[in-house]
């Protein structure tokens, strides 16, 4: 058992027995996804410097994500890139503009 009050600098973590974590970094990033047709799934990629395929990332969507589109999670496809996918569950196309993403990224590669 190991208890850290403050902070603590660590070369890996473990958790469990798990995959290790060499680092987790946080920030935000904009998208701007082409017009989605009705009823279907678009993706955009965005650039977050160093992450790998085998890392993990988390996306928060934006508040202001037009009525029709559903967040459907993001994906490392190559070195700096994340896609992220978007649903269309609306019957016309939407072109959503910019939106700021907020992403936790978990180095494990």
């Given at each position: ?45 965005v ?13 928060n969507?934006?508040?202001g ?23 269309n ?15 936790i ?5």
């Amino acid at each position: 058992r190991l208890t850290v009050t403050g902070l603590a600098t660590l070369a890996t973590l473990t958790l469990g027995g798990g995959t290790n974590i060499k680092k987790v970094q946080s920030g935000t990033v904009a998208a701007d996804p082409a017009s989605i047709a009705a009823q279907t799934r678009g993706n955009v990629d965005v650039t977050i410097t160093g992450v790998a395929v085998g890392d993990i990332v988390l996306m928060n969507p934006p508040d202001g994500l037009n009525v029709g589109l559903v967040f459907g999670g993001c994906r490392v496809t190559a070195a700096n890139t994340v896609r992220i996918y978007i649903a269309n569950i609306s019957g016309a196309a939407i072109d959503d503009g910019s939106t700021t993403y907020d992403w936790i990224w978990f180095d494990l590669t």
